[in-house]
């Protein structure tokens, strides 16, 4: 088969954890050991947050007077090879020595007039107490917004049109290749609104969606499953309340009629119904450590058109 897994940020930092390359690393250890099954018998690609990593990237960056800050795209770009480094090597470590692996810079296309560019809403950078949050704001001109009890600066998240790289991707893959790409969802580009820059791409000063991304990603390389690795078991209803229950399995059109938290959940149920829907392909939900039981039907919430009945629990 051919698998997609996006590996959620909690892969690479904790909430809490210190942004340090050793706590990343070993998070990143930690999924290796989880992947490693999957890449000896299928074909594999792997997508990552960075919005942590972006964020210390820039802070890095505004700390460094007379020169002006590097852009989100350029940041984007460094993360991709960061940490594409960090699983590139790990998964290697738990691999056979000539398990070829590959991290792959990836351009994503975004719309010039997608209206998340008057709204940003995506959380990147550490977490702040509120006053933190504002003075920083005021100082570096940034958008803010409470994430849970903490603050954190928002960019804008458009929406993912395709990805550049799927031939070279495809061209990997088919050589046996384990992929690693479209980081932080891809670093963001669009072509210019103006005629005379109709053909001309440039970097947006934006942020990706992961799951939205790695959806695009999946549909297009025609994956036979899509796998969205996150700190809990499943999809719940009524998430944080008596009423919660895990959901076992759903068709995407009851999915995409029901609620789920924007800043968490949301993102990935709307990335597995996009990618069902399109393709009649898998999409599961769960947890990093309950991958291989994810894949056979066993654990997460599985998102399928050809179920008897919408929904069912746990």
Partial sequence: MRIVVALGGNAL???GEPMTAAVQRANVRTAA?????????????????????????????????????????????????MIGYLIEQELGNVLPEDAPLATLLTMTEVDPDDPAFADPRKFVGPVYDEATARAAAAEHGWVVKPDGPYWRRVVASPRPVRIFEIRPIDLLLRAGCVVVCAGGGGIPTMFGRDPADANVLAGVEAVIDKDLASAVLARELAADAFVMATDVAAVETDWGMPSARQIAAATPEWLAAQTFAAGSMGPKVAAAVEFVTATGGRAMIGSLADMGEMLSGDAGTQIRADLAEPVSYR
Avoid: F, K, M, W
């Fill in 33 to 81: 050991l989880a992947l490693a099954p999957i890449a000896r018998s299928h074909q594999l690609v792997v997508t990552h947050g960075n919005g942590p990593q972006v964020g210390l990237l820039e802070l890095q960056a505004q700390a460094y007077a007379g020169v002006e800050p590097y852009p989100l795209d350029i940041l984007g770009a460094q993360t991709e090879g």
């Fill in 13 to 15: 930092l904790r909430r």
